[in-house]
């Protein structure tokens, strides 16, 4: 088992389950990521970037 792991929060799922879910696999969370997630889009024979939301992500430490 590795020492350090990502855990990204899924589409339908919530801060806490994702916290949750690394507990059960024995991780604790050491530092948390975000950054948005964009949609390119045509706009006036222009492409543009569109913010569509944010992907949330959990470092975990492993719990010794």
Same mark, same amino acid.
């Given at each position: 088992?590795?020492?350090?792991?990502?855990?990204?929060? @899924?589409?339908?799922?919530?801060?806490?389950?994702?916290?949750?879910?690394?507990?059960?696999? %024995?991780?604790?969370?050491?530092?948390?990521? @975000?950054?948005?997630?964009?949609? @390119?889009?045509?706009?006036?024979?222009?492409?543009?970037?569109?913010?569509?939301?944010? @992907?949330?992500?959990?470092? %975990?430490?492993?719990?010794?």
């Amino acid at each position: 088992m590795s020492k350090k792991k990502l855990f990204r929060v @899924e589409e339908h799922e919530t801060i806490a389950d994702c916290l949750n879910r690394m507990k059960e696999e %024995g991780y604790l969370p050491v530092r948390r990521m @975000e950054k948005p997630v964009f949609e @390119e889009r045509k706009e006036d024979g222009e492409i543009i970037h569109v913010p569509i939301g944010s @992907e949330i992500v959990f470092e %975990g430490k492993i719990v010794t």
